[in-house]
């Protein structure tokens, strides 16, 4: 059974809800203005990943660091 505007409607006051049917029909279009695309496809959306100067994250036992002018092989817990 295809999940319709009405299908929806009527699954939810079975299940007690008491909305109206234009509440659950204005809800879907905004769900689906937010989620899909033109082509009715999940929308592919991406968070910019930005991080402070001077501040990193080692995720490696070992890394390399340059400290007192110097570059030195250091282990992740001289961090901590």
Known sequence: ???????????????GFLVSYRTVCNYIAEWKD????????????YESLTHPPAEA????RIT??????KVKDIGSKSFE
């Open 1 to 15: 059974m295809r999940r319709n505007n009405k299908n929806i409607f009527e699954q939810l006051q079975s299940l």
């Open 34 to 45: 937010k989620t899909l695309d033109e082509s009715d496809g999940i929308k592919e959306e």
């Open 57 to 60: 994250q080692i995720d490696f």
């Open 64 to 69: 390399e660091a340059v400290q007192e002018g």
